[in-house]
């Protein structure tokens, strides 16, 4: 990739059906061809929506217009840090899928188990190739956080000598709201309810189970790109392709209903003059963030949706039930135009004593539209010095 850092991918079967398939990354110095530099101090993330470990923690391959190291994984593995990810299923479902039925079963759960198969993966394979079975650091970034609350839950009933996991950081999402956000999270209860019943729906009908999400994200983002100032057509607003990309970055939440999870929540921060629409970005590059958006993935399994929904309301699921019970030291990581300072609670839940927190945070409250945003951490400028090198240095002391 660059100097002496390499990435290698691998496909791992994790069901009897066609789609039970994850994707394994490993980002690492090398010494000589296939011969990584033995190093103590490792990671294993998991993206969340949209997109996958690429998209997620690798997006400087993905354009030309930053420098290919300006990644988490490039960075940290060019610091000594052996990095390892995943590429969830849904990752994998091709765009021309019509039959989405298989995905019907595919909620947290899954996920989380999955995330334990590829950690035992990544221990035995850097114990192999010199560097040791230590317990690995688990990143988890907005919806992936929840998968690592969830697996961690999961693990910490089990032995000792059957986990995985030494240290935690969760970046930048919410699972439960305290007291003070009670309006979030009845907001969360209304679209739980309307998960659950267009998921009763589909469910009887056997029919489409997988969210289509991706799908306009991607085609925005090669319309920003190819076609720049053409018109959007109906039901989008009509812009043209290129400001309402930048508007889906800087202004996410309108276009996540009228009850988005936190206020003013958004991608990247924009730049605001007089208009209520933004002029750019301030902290990514426009093109830069249109290569994000055309990597889209298409598709992605509802049930987790519908179970995050559920979690942020307050049901009873088996996902947060022994969070007292986990340990292990942990890093929040929040920006302050994202998910920020609501993600705490859940993190405070942890019953580890070793807990600290890093919230990315330039505006005041009443300027959250503007604030650091919750792609920034992984895309901004600065972010190598704002988020990657405390989190970096987080992982030394511990």
């Known amino acids: 990739m660059v100097g002496d850092v390499y990435h290698y991918s691998l496909q791992l079967k994790v069901g009897a059906g066609e789609h039970d398939v994850i994707t394994l990354h490993r980002v690492v110095r090398e010494r000589a061809p296939f011969r990584p530099v033995r190093g103590r101090e490792s990671v294993f993330m998991v993206h969340g929506d949209v997109w996958n470990f690429t998209g997620a923690f690798m997006a400087s391959t993905l354009t030309q217009d930053v420098p290919v190291d300006h990644s988490i994984a490039v960075y940290l593995a060019q610091r000594g840090v052996d990095v390892w990810g995943i590429d969830l299923r849904w990752t994998h479902v091709p765009l021309e899928t019509q039959d989405f039925t298989f995905m019907k079963d595919w909620n947290i759960g899954t996920h989380a188990q999955d995330i ?14 010199g560097s040791g079975g230590d317990r690995m650091n688990l990143l988890g970034w907005s919806r992936g956080a929840l998968l690592g609350y969830a697996y961690l839950n999961a693990e910490s009933q089990r032995p000792a000598a059957q986990r995985h996991v030494n240290g935690f950081i969760p970046v930048d999402m919410v699972v439960h709201f305290g007291a003070e956000a009670d309006q979030q999270r009845r907001w969360a209860c209304e679209r739980a309810a309307i998960a659950e019943a267009a998921w009763k729906l589909e469910r009887f009908e056997g029919g489409l189970l997988g969210p289509g999400a991706g799908v306009p994200v991607m085609m925005l983002g090669q319309a920003a790109i190819y076609m720049p100032s053409g018109i959007a057509m109906p039901p989008l607003p009509p812009l043209p392709y290129e400001q309402l990309a930048t508007l889906m970055g800087a202004a996410t939440f309108q276009f996540l209903g009228t009850n988005p999870a936190v206020p003013f929540y958004h991608f990247t921060a924009g730049k605001f003059g007089t ?21 889209a993935r298409p598709y992605q399994s509802f049930q987790e949706l519908m179970e995050t929904e559920q979690l942020m309301c307050g ?9 007292a019970q986990v340990k292990v030291p942990a890093l929040y990581v929040g920006a302050g135009g994202g998910f920020g300072e ?8 942890l019953g580890g004593k070793d807990r600290s927190s890093l919230i990315v945070k330039r505006r005041p409250d009443q300027e959250r539209i503007a604030d650091y945003g919750h792609a920034d951490l992984f895309l901004g400028r600065d972010a190598d010095t704002a988020v990657w090198a405390p989190i970096h240095e987080w992982m030394k002391r511990h």
């Open 116 to 129: 334990g198969k590829g950690l035992a993966v990544a221990r035995r394979v850097r114990e192999l190739t």
């Open 275 to 295: 208009s209520p629409l933004p002029e750019g970005l301030q902290y990514v590059r426009s093109r830069q963030f249109f290569d994000l958006l055309a990597n």
């Open 342 to 349: 609501y993600g705490l609670t859940t993190f405070n839940k």
């Open 315 to 323: 049901k009873n699921l088996p996902y947060d039930d022994h969070l």
